[in-house]
């Protein structure tokens, strides 16, 4: 049996999208336990959010009220404590299937037994992941489009198990928070990732082979295709490493060569040139602004 009624949620790990899945359940008036591995870095996460909330007060986009009634909602916690209560359990964390395993084997000993455990993955197999658990129906994947706050799409995944009634909450769900919802079979990648992938990882062999530099590539797909973003920009926002982990999983489980990873997209990743995040991706970062583009492997701009 899953609850039908969700009021309190909590979201394991406190990173980008992590704390962005936080302030959209915050801001439709859900009590939210950020968790991460320490409270202090779940605290951390709640000032990052409270943060970017003042800016858009400061802009007249948000009242103060509003941002103080989301942040109430917050309450930063260790990765494990105060999960007894919870409704709605959804982890964040890195795209790593052992990790994430560990989260749900967890989860399952300590959240009730009608609470769906939900993840974020977008790529990683939810029946794999409910193999973990006693019971593997209430296991399903909420997959948010980064920024949560911003981006109006969530994938919604099930695996072999995932009951009716666990689908029925978890999009139940997406509905209050005002996402509007696709459901994908559990196949590596779904929908958005398993179509994305291959042109961001096209865009970094362009610019391996020397065909054009970074600001052409972005310029060209931005303005020839419509795009928001070009792929570089796009691919700072999400994180070099998780874009190199999904493409990783992708060539893994599916078998096909359009899904290698770029050598340049790894040599960047062990550089530690992860994107926004790390202050220099594909470009430079200064307090999160976008500089010029970092010199590619030619040390070329």
């Not at 959010?49 to 009220?65: C, D, P």
């Not at 193999?131 to 969530?154: E, W």
């Not at 550089?271 to 594909?282: D, E, P, Q, V």
Request: with cysteine; net charge neutral.
């Amino acid at each position: 049996m899953i609850i039908k009624e969700i009021g309190t949620v909590a979201v394991l790990g406190a990173g980008q999208m992590g704390r962005g899945i936080a302030q959209v359940m915050a801001a439709h008036g859900l009590r939210v336990r950020l968790a991460d591995t320490s409270r202090d870095f779940a605290s951390r996460g709640k000032d990052t959010v409270a943060a970017q909330l003042a800016k858009l007060v400061e802009k007249g986009k948000m009242a103060a009220a509003a941002r103080e009634e989301i942040l109430h909602n917050i309450l930063p916690s260790d990765l494990y404590s105060s999960l007894e209560d919870v409704d709605f359990a959804i982890e964040a964390v890195t795209e790593r299937f052992e990790t994430k395993q560990e989260i749900f084997s967890v989860l399952d000993q300590r959240c009730r037994p009608d609470a769906v455990l939900a993840t974020n993955t977008s790529s990683i197999s939810i029946t794999a992941l409910a193999a973990s658990v006693v019971t593997p129906a209430r296991v399903i994947g909420m997959h948010f489009m980064n920024p949560p706050p911003l981006m109006k799409l969530v994938e919604i995944v099930r695996g072999l198990a995932t009951s009716d009634e666990c689908y029925a909450a978890t999009f139940a769900l997406a509905e209050r928070l005002g996402k509007a919802t696709v459901e994908s079979r559990d196949i590596p990648g779904f929908v958005v990732n398993r179509i994305l992938m291959p042109m961001l990882n096209e865009a970094c062999f362009t610019l391996y082979e020397g065909v054009a530099n970074v600001s052409d590539v972005d310029l060209a797909i931005h303005l020839g295709l419509n795009h928001p973003m070009g792929p570089f920009t796009l691919m700072d926002l999400i994180g070099l490493d998780t874009t190199l982990a999904i493409l990783e999983v992708l060539h893994k489980e599916i078998g096909d060569p359009k899904y290698r990873p770029c050598p340049l997209l790894r040599q960047y990743v062990a550089a530690g040139w992860l994107g926004r995040k790390a202050g220099r991706g594909f470009y430079t970062y200064e307090g999160g602004v976008q500089g010029r583009p970092a010199a590619n492997w030619q040390g070329k701009n």
